[in-house]
């Protein structure tokens, strides 16, 4: 899907797909992206996307999210957002629960970097910066 | 002989135009309104070839005045006149019908310029206005909506006057997730810095 079409209409079709099998409605917004990234690199955001919005349904007990992609001139930020019950960083990243690791190695990879924004009751967001 | 209306809330701009014109003898002013809603009554009851408008102006904005002008008279041509020189703006504008768009930094001679233009059946955009966009989507996508609801929430609270470690109070986030939206609300709406953000928030009351 992504090497035949890019990364957004994979990110889109991730939505898509979650609102389908979980109550979780997902916005996808994106801004520049008007050529395709370098191959690798798209598969490593969508792979990260995927743990992201895997970890939402699992844990967030969110209604809506939102993964907001926006290219910069030498970087691209995304965004991914819920309403759910939020946590506590520095609890999580201890116990190594939710395959946070896996996606701060995936980030480190492509020499990124990934701040968590979590308060309980009141949602989580997760910011991801990348150098192109 | 053109015969223009002209809407806008600052009586001094108005006053500006209508002394320049008073010496062009292809160019008649023949009425001037300050809200959206005079400017519909003026043109019910003298229909000039060329109407030139403010985007935001009381009671009905620009925005709304030209769409329901264009739809009673398709023949009256349309110029934009204002401060905003944002893509959101300008397409709207177009959107809306306009054949024209004056910012209001611009000379006023463009102002003659641009109303010979479109009373000829052209378009006249200000010069430093980057319309390469019309060509590529010729508003036949429906446009999507370029903010996120994060985004949006932010750009309110910026327009309050609220600093980032205040919205980031109030939305329970850290202020860097909050200096991150507003960099990509930056980029997004195409602005250079902070303090357009901020103008950018308080003009706003439009559906950019």
Redesign the interface.
Known sequence: MIAKQGLLPAVQKLARNASVTSALNIEVQDFGLNERLENTLEISVFRILQELVTNIIKHAEASEASIAITQHEESLSIIVEDNGKGFTPLQIQKKEGMGLNSIERRIEHIEGTMEIDSTPGKGTSILIDIPL | MITVAVAEDHQSLVDGINLLLKYEEDISIIGMANDGEELLDVVRRKKPQVVLTDIKMPKIDGIAATKLIKKEFPEIKIIAFSMFDQEEAVRQMIGAGASGYLLKNSPLEDVLKAIREVANGNTFYDSSIDVSFLKEDTNTAPKK???????REILTLVGEGKASSEIAAV????V??VE??R??MI??LGLSGKGELLRYALEKKYDF
Do not use: A, G, I, Y
């Open positions: 909506t370029l903010l996120s609801k994060s985004e939305r329970f986030t850290s860097s997730t991150k939206h960099k990509n980029r997004k």
